[in-house]
């Protein structure tokens, strides 16, 4: 079967009507994806500040919790193209209906992980490398803040309802608020209740159960106006709603573990290569890290403008949409390429002064530099197919993407190769990935419509 012909080039109102778009909903995307790392940073300034055993332990327990979170992203991803295609379809009581199964998921997953975190964190603790005088902290640290999961989840859930509904500026507006309640508790119950690192965990429970007050607060209401007579069914948990959550979610959770397996390797192999060149990896990660927030912004629009669009029955203007993206993503991915060869010379002295970490760090921040592009086009059709619902060519694409990545990224110690190797085979990594999506954008597969896929 012949793919079908690219779509006509939109008239230039068209063009001007999704960048207006575009911006509305990826400008405020990027403020709460920004704010959402400020909670661990503004943890550890302060407890920094009560020794460095507590601060080692913070660091193990902050990056077991943010892993125990993030693998359940799909929570946000799934829920936002659901959402957005009953928004397209004209049926908000269903949009929200769909939004509350996601939620009930995000509540029964996140006691699933309290009732595994909480006796195993001792020996989590150990597994992940804490010393003998850290683990004592990295234990409470995660026990504690392990009563937060819930909310969390919550929290990644109801904002997928209102990214689905096109508002992408309250959750930026709710992760300033949490972010701002957080660095207040931590500072009262750090140092005034004299709570120590305990109380760092518990202002952050406190904060992440507020923010998912106020997004059940918001739903609530939400129901009450498009369902007067009815609401309460709306917020009652529906088995076969939350199971068809799931089954939606296991290809983007598939994905996702996929992606930091991926990431999980190539800290593995930086660390084979030496001191220098693990810290210099770790450097590098950070920019990576940072500018992907920019991008997923773009892809988080996509995922919103795709499905409403879709549910909506408008083919062509998915296309249209898409192939703007794709513009916005090459352009941005450029733009930021040029930021960082720019900016190459101040970053080596803002992180290290061992001139070794800055020389190893200068030659890999060009390879990221040059990725950028790729990486652009590569975020934004991610977001596009997760609007359409084809998660399981996304899951398959990404296990495809990490077989071929972890024997080229593996063999850089044995070919005598150093970290700019290991990143240029991150390089391929994203190539792969563009190719695997590039395909499936052309073959016009994704463009399903309707209220449901």
């Known amino acids: 079967?012949?793919?079908?012909?690219?779509?006509?080039?939109p008239p230039a109102s068209a063009r001007r009507?999704?960048?207006?778009?575009?911006?509305?909903?990826?400008?405020p995307a990027f403020g709460a994806l920004v704010a959402e790392?400020?909670?661990?940073?503004?943890?550890?300034?302060?407890?920094?500040?009560l020794g460095t055993a507590q601060l080692a332990g913070l660091g193990v327990a902050?990056?077991?919790?943010?892993?125990?979170?993030?693998?359940?992203?799909?929570?946000?991803?799934?829920t936002t193209a659901a959402v957005a295609?009953?928004?397209?379809?004209?049926?908000?009581?269903?949009a929200l209906r769909q939004g509350m199964d996601g939620i009930w998921l995000a509540l029964l997953i996140g006691a699933l992980v309290i009732a595994a975190v909480l006796p195993a964190a001792p020996g989590l603790?150990?597994?992940?490398?804490?010393?003998?005088?850290?683990?004592p902290y990295a234990s409470d640290y995660l026990r504690i803040s392990s009563l937060g999961i819930p909310a969390m989840l919550v929290v990644l859930a109801a904002t997928g309802v209102l990214r689905g509904l096109q508002d992408t500026r309250t959750p930026l507006y709710v992760a300033v608020a949490g972010f701002t309640a957080n660095a207040l508790l931590n500072a009262t119950l750090v140092y005034g209740a004299g709570l120590g690192i305990a109380g760092s965990a518990w202002g952050t429970v406190i904060a992440q159960n507020g923010m998912a007050a106020v997004y059940l607060a918001m739903v609530v209401r939400g129901a009450r106006a498009q369902a007067p007579g009815t609401w309460r069914s709306m917020l009652r948990p529906d088995a076969a709603g939350i199971r068809a959550c799931a089954r939606a979610g296991v290809p983007l959770l598939v994905r996702t573990i996929s992606l930091r397996a991926v990431l999980m390797i190539a800290t593995a192999v930086a660390a084979r290569l030496g001191d220098t060149e693990i810290a210099a990896h770790q450097i590098t990660l950070t920019v990576w890290s940072l500018l992907a927030f920019a991008l997923d912004a773009i892809a988080i629009a996509g995922q919103a403008i795709i499905?409403?669009?879709l549910g909506a029955g408008d083919a062509a203007g998915a296309r249209a949409a898409c192939t703007r993206m794709m513009q916005w993503g090459l352009m941005c991915g450029a733009a930021l390429g040029l930021l960082v060869v720019l900016a190459r010379p101040l970053v080596g002295p803002l992180f290290s002064s061992d001139p070794a970490v800055r020389h190893a760090l200068g030659a890999a921040l060009l390879v990221v530099a040059v990725a950028q592009p790729v990486c652009g086009v590569v975020f934004v059709l991610d977001g596009v197919l997760m609007g359409a619902g084809d998660g399981p060519y996304l899951a398959g694409s990404m296990l495809v993407t990490l077989a071929v990545f972890a024997p080229v990224a593996c063999a850089v110690p044995a070919a005598g190769g150093g970290l700019t190797a290991l990143w240029w085979a991150m390089g391929l990594m994203m190539l792969t990935r563009l190719?695997?999506?590039w395909l499936r954008s052309r073959s016009g597969r994704w463009v399903v419509t309707g209220a449901s896929r």
């Open 1 to 9: 079967m012949p793919a079908p012909r690219e779509p006509a080039r």
């Open 17 to 27: 009507r999704h960048d207006r778009e575009i911006v509305a909903l990826a400008l």
């Open 37 to 49: 790392p400020l909670f661990v940073m503004v943890d550890s300034a302060v407890v920094g500040h």
């Open 62 to 78: 902050a990056a077991l919790l943010t892993t125990a979170v993030n693998v359940f992203v799909f929570l946000a991803y799934a």
């Open 85 to 94: 295609r009953r928004v397209g379809a004209g049926d908000l009581p269903a």
């Open 125 to 135: 603790a150990d597994l992940f490398g804490a010393s003998p005088t850290a683990a």
């Open 307 to 309: 499905g409403r669009c």
């Open 435 to 437: 190719a695997a999506l």
